[in-house]
T-cell receptor, first 113, second 113 residues
């Protein structure tokens, strides 16, 4: 069975500082990996997706993620955080058997001025 | 292009009642997936519909059901509501094949009293 772990429940960073959110997955084959962001009271917005090819994936809003098969990780990064990035971030794994995602528990990001 | 829409946005029901939620996918998308989000269990996959057929199903009791119409719009139904069904119900649409990006609607907030 596939699973996703986001080890950090809460992270606080200062505005302008760099950010890395961790994600570890368990999946038997080559996974489809996603990062989503959710602002309070909103649905989920897709930041980026990885399936194959270049292991460094660029997404929207200046985010990028790196796939490391040897570590079963797909960490999300941003070089300089803005106050508007405060939200909850979810890592998810999917398969080619259909459009069903298994989500991690989420990481809530707070940004200090 | 219009995004995924969900109606209603908020709903209050009493234990034992049933409820129907609606989702209209992005134009041209044929796959609709449903997720339940609660503080305790996080984001959990309910089911996926593709071309009016249920393609995948999560681990939820039979009280949760859904359907998809020929225009790809989807409904989900919960019968005999329980307090634990209080949640944000999210709908996501994808083009077709598995592993596609899923685009989420704003959700329906269901409160069961």
């Amino acid at each position: 069975a596939q699973s996703v772990t986001q080890p950090d429940i809460h992270i606080t960073v200062s505005e302008g500082a760099s950010l890395e959110l961790r994600c570890n997955y368990s999946y038997g084959a080559t996974p489809y990996l996603f990062w989503y962001v959710q602002s309070p009271g909103q649905g989920l917005q897709l930041l980026l997706k990885y399936f194959s090819g270049d292991t460094l994936v660029q997404g929207i809003k200046g985010f990028e993620a790196e796939f490391k098969r040897s570590q079963s990780s797909f960490n999300l990064r941003k070089p300089s955080v803005h106050w508007s990035d405060a939200a909850e971030y979810f890592c998810a794994v999917g398969s080619n058997a259909g459009n069903m995602l298994t989500f991690g528990g989420g990481t809530r990001l707070m940004v200090k001025p | 292009k219009a995004g995924v829409t969900q109606t209603p946005r908020y709903l209050i029901k009493t234990r034992g009642q049933q409820v129907t939620l609606s989702c209209s996918p992005i134009s041209g998308h044929r796959s609709v997936s449903w997720y339940q989000q609660t503080p305790g269990q996080g984001l959990q996959f309910l089911f996926e519909y593709f071309s009016e057929t249920q393609r995948n199903k999560g681990n939820f009791p039979g009280r949760f059901s859904g359907r998809q119409f020929s225009n790809s719009r989807s409904e989900m139904n919960v019968s005999t509501l329980e307090l634990g069904d209080s949640a944000l119900y999210l709908c996501a649409s994808s083009r077709d094949r598995g592993g596609d990006e899923q685009y989420f609607g704003p959700g329906t907030r269901l409160t069961v009293t």
